[in-house]
């Protein structure tokens, strides 16, 4: 059966750095564009980093650049996202998820295949 599976959420001090994963036992992560999203409480969801699949083109929301940066493992077939330099407002359960085409966008709107998502909570 085809999930999405994120880890590696948690609580985290302002300043400090988290490693995401998302892993799919039925889908090859390469294959597709896929992207990290968030949804903070009483917030849209909205999109974070993604990565191409055709020429592993990132994107990044302007509120994580330079800070965050989007990988994958094509061996393991895991997406990863690494933040550094986290701040409150980066308090969200972050999600990945794809809409099956090979360029991404970090439009949440039009993906419609999510994982169950990761806490994370930046807080001193």
């Known amino acids: 059966q085809v999930q999405l599976v994120e880890s590696g959420g948690g609580l985290v001090q302002p300043g400090g750095s988290l490693t995401l994963s998302c892993t799919d036992s039925g889908l090859t992560l390469n294959d597709y564009a896929i992207g990290w999203f968030r949804q903070a409480p009483g917030k849209e969801r909205e999109g974070v980093s993604c990565?191409?699949?055709?020429?592993?083109?990132?994107a990044y929301a302007n509120s994580v650049k330079g800070r965050f940066t989007i990988s994958r493992d094509t061996a393991k077939n895991i997406l990863y996202l690494q933040m550094n330099s986290l701040e409150p407002e980066d308090t969200a359960r972050y999600y990945c998820?794809?809409?099956?085409?090979?360029?991404?966008?970090?439009?949440?709107?039009?993906?419609?295949?999510w994982g169950k998502g990761t806490l994370v909570t930046v807080s001193s």
């Open positions: 998820g794809t809409d099956f085409h090979q360029t991404c966008t970090l439009a949440a709107t039009a993906m419609y295949y």
């Open positions: 990565i191409s699949a055709n020429d592993d083109t990132t």
